[in-house]
């Protein structure tokens, strides 16, 4: 194994992938950012179990989560940087392509450290489910987030990432984007969810989703039932309305989410280094 670790010159790499014409519209980037959330949004506190250590989604156990559907597209833009650098583990890279990726649509500059590991801890896989379900509400949000050790507030700042992407019928069900403008990072979600009227409407598939057509554009926009959640309950809501009207705040607090998001279950010691993965089975030699 190389011990050469120029994160720089793999960051370089990620940002010149981002730019995908065939791809949805036109960016890699949502979809590497949804990688690196659910690579990590697998954490339980309790029982310290999941997160992005180890890297579990590239086996079936994991990956194969219909929760994680559609993220195998994220996975193979990524293939040529592993290539191209080899010493780095699939747990850094996914959550360093989820930072990078925000960075490059115009959103907040997220601390990241690497070192993580792709040894797989057999006793430390989570069990399916533990990604949140968008057919629920506050109460299931606040079961799924909770257990990872985040509060109200970072809920609704890490619900702000659905400015970013689509969501397709193929994978989660659901279908269409949050914002018009889908590739770029703002509060534009929070404002939407505030000024716009959604009325709910049966998808084909049976799926319930909540939708808002302008008649003007004649675009129809969308939002999860757990999106709509965060306006009706009370705690969640007052966080809705300080992003929708204080873009730099949601800036400051997603960027400070997302970085505790990608470190749940890592331990360091003072200088940074990672204490509970074992570097001889596939992380990084000192
Ligand atoms: Fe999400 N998300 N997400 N999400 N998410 C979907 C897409 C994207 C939920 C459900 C869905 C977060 C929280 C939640 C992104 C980032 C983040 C889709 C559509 C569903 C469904 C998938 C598909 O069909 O392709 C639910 C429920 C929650 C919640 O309960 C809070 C968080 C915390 C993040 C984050 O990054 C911090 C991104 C980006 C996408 C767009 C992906 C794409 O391919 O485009």
Known sequence: ?????????????IAKLMHQPEYDDGSAGPVLVRLAWHSAGTYDAETDTGGSNGAGMRYEAEGGDPANAGLQHARVFLEPVKAK??????ADLWTLAGVVAIKEM???????????????????LPPRGRLPDGAKGADHLRWIFYRMGFNDQEIVALSGAHNLGRC?????????????NPTRFSNQYFRLLLSLQWRKKMLKNGVEQFVNFDEDTETELMMLPTDIALTQDKSFCKYVELYARDKERF????????????????????????????????GYHA
């Not at 650098?85 to 699939?90: E, G, K, L, M, S």
């Not at 800036?251 to 074992?278: C, H, M, P, Y």
């Open 1 to 13: 194994m190389s011990k050469k670790r120029d994160f720089e010159a793999v960051r370089k790499d």
């Open 85 to 90: 650098h080899p010493w780095i583990t699939y």
């Open 106 to 124: 115009d959103g907040p500059t997220i601390p990241w450290k690497g070192g993580r590991t792709d040894y797989v801890d057999d006793s430390k």
């Open 168 to 180: 397709h019928s193929d994978r989660s069900g659901f279908e269409g984007a949050w914002v018009n």
């Open 251 to 282: 800036f400051e607090d997603f960027s400070k989410v997302f970085a505790k998001l990608v470190e749940l279950g890592i331990q360091r010691d003072n200088e940074g280094n990672i204490t509970n993965s074992d570097n001889e089975k596939g």
